[in-house]
Structures are given as structure tokens and as C-alpha cells.
């Protein structure tokens, strides 16, 4: 689970020469999200709201064609949380030390809008409706099915950490990825695009 209010801005921020394009620039960085101050309850029953905590390996959205690995993210020595590898095109990363996808509070998955070659993974996040499914298959063989609930762009100086990253009685989901227009001066983007979702309660089901 996440502790609201102790989040730091999210700054999926580019770090590449003024002279670089949106579609040229190198990877996102993003700050550092807080660590769990309690340990989600992993007991499931069939009513349950949420499931017990398994990494995601998994991540599938079919209505922007989405069908990406997972890879663990962890904060990094300079206090952000580390991104994708930047040369990944097709993978996405979670907050490997909250909550995992479909476990009770909300879980952190982040992903490149584009790298120094193409378009990434989360090119067409921002396209997504309420409604859309969200399927995250994860270790222990189960799917957790989300639905989105909203889809909103925060200028990245004014983030906001309470309503992205604060602790939920259920099990939700965030993705995040670079928004709005790029800004050569601050070599980045100047938003964050977030896609807010929820567990389906009937969805967890076994491979």
C-alpha cells in the first residue's frame, strides 16, 4: 500500500539534448514513489476485492494493442524511481516495492511514450476511454482485470501526488507515461499522462 501525501512528483522526464525531438528523446525517469507503510493483506476468498500480492509478467490493452513483458523498477541513487530500459520499445515497469497489480492500494506501472528510435508501448495511453479493459497476467497464474475509470494529463511541476499515488481500500491501478507538448529547453515533456483504473472483482481467473 502507499502512504498519501509522502509522494514526490512523478517527472517522466527526458534528459537529452535541447536539439532532440519527442521521438529522438532518451529515456523517462520518474520520481520517486513512496514505500509501502504496511504490508497489503494477501488473504483472498471468492468475494474478495482483491487478490494476494504476485509480480505482474504481463500486460495487456486491446483497444490500443498493447501486449507487453514486465520488468521489476526500483527507486535509483538518485532518489527517482528507475524507468525501462530506454532502447526497450515493448516493456513496461511497475513499482516493484508497492503494491502488485490487482493486491489492495494502488499499483504503480510505468512505461516510455517513445524512444530515441520509435514510438514505445504506451504511444496511444492517452487514448484510451473509460471503460477500456486493462488484463495483467501475473506469477501465480492468475489475470487481474482492471477497467478504466479515467484518463487525465498533470503539467509535471504540478503533479498530483495525493490523487495518483494515495493508499485505496481496493485494488487500483495507475499508468503513467510522458504527456503534453516537449519542451527542448527543459529537455522534456511538460506532463504526465495517468490512466486511472479499478479490479474487476469477478476478474481474477487462473491460466
Same mark, same amino acid.
Given at each position: 500500500?502507499?502512504?498519501?501525501? =509522502?509522494?514526490?512528483?512523478?517527472a517522466?522526464?527526458? =534528459? *537529452?539534448?535541447?536539439?532532440?525531438?519527442? $521521438?529522438?528523446? @532518451?529515456?523517462?525517469?520518474v520520481?520517486q514513489?513512496?514505500?509501502?507503510?504496511? &504490508?497489503?493483506?494477501?488473504?483472498v476468498?471468492?468475494?474478495?476485492?482483491?487478490l494476494?500480492?504476485?509480480a505482474p509478467?504481463?500486460l495487456?490493452? @486491446?483497444?490500443?494493442?498493447?501486449?507487453?513483458?514486465?520488468?521489476?523498477?526500483a527507486?535509483?541513487p538518485?532518489?527517482?524511481?528507475?524507468? !525501462?530500459?530506454p +532502447?526497450e520499445?515493448?516493456?513496461v515497469?511497475?513499482?516493484?516495492? *508497492? !503494491?502488485?497489480?490487482? +493486491?489492495? *492500494?494502488?499499483?504503480i506501472?510505468a512505461?516510455h511514450?517513445? =524512444?530515441?528510435?520509435? @514510438?514505445?508501448?504506451?504511444?496511444?495511453?492517452?487514448?484510451?476511454?473509460?471503460?477500456?479493459?486493462?488484463?495483467?497476467?501475473?506469477?501465480?497464474?492468475?489475470?487481474?482485470?482492471?477497467?478504466?475509470?479515467?484518463?487525465?494529463?498533470? !503539467?509535471?511541476?504540478?503533479? @498530483?501526488?495525493?490523487?495518483?499515488?494515495?493508499?485505496t481500500?481496493?485494488?487500483?491501478?495507475?499508468?503513467?507515461?510522458?504527456?503534453?507538448?516537449?519542451?527542448?529547453?527543459? &529537455?522534456?515533456?511538460? +506532463?504526465?499522462?495517468?490512466v486511472f483504473?479499478? $479490479?474487476?472483482? =469477478?476478474?481474477? &481467473? &487462473?491460466?
Amino acid at each position: 500500500m502507499l502512504t498519501p501525501l =509522502t509522494l514526490a512528483v512523478v517527472a517522466l522526464s527526458w =534528459t *537529452g539534448p535541447t536539439s532532440t525531438p519527442p $521521438l529522438s528523446a @532518451p529515456a523517462p525517469v520518474v520520481s520517486q514513489p513512496a514505500t509501502p507503510a504496511a &504490508k497489503a493483506d494477501t488473504r483472498v476468498t471468492a468475494a474478495s476485492p482483491w487478490l494476494p500480492r504476485s509480480a505482474p509478467t504481463r500486460l495487456f490493452i @486491446p483497444s490500443i494493442g498493447v501486449d507487453a513483458p514486465f520488468t521489476d523498477l526500483a527507486i535509483g541513487p538518485s532518489g527517482q524511481l528507475d524507468a !525501462p530500459p530506454p +532502447e526497450e520499445t515493448n516493456l513496461v515497469g511497475w513499482f516493484a516495492a *508497492g !503494491p502488485s497489480p490487482g +493486491e489492495r *492500494g494502488t499499483a504503480i506501472v510505468a512505461g516510455h511514450l517513445d =524512444t530515441t528510435t520509435a @514510438p514505445a508501448v504506451f504511444a496511444s495511453l492517452s487514448t484510451l476511454s473509460p471503460g477500456s479493459d486493462i488484463n495483467i497476467v501475473r506469477k501465480d497464474g492468475t489475470t487481474a482485470s482492471f477497467v478504466v475509470d479515467a484518463i487525465d494529463n498533470f !503539467p509535471q511541476d504540478k503533479f @498530483p501526488d495525493d490523487r495518483v499515488y494515495a493508499d485505496t481500500p481496493d485494488a487500483q491501478l495507475r499508468l503513467i507515461t510522458c504527456g503534453g507538448s516537449y519542451d527542448h529547453s527543459k &529537455k522534456r515533456y511538460t +506532463e504526465n499522462t495517468v490512466v486511472f483504473a479499478h $479490479l474487476k472483482t =469477478t476478474a481474477a &481467473k &487462473k491460466q
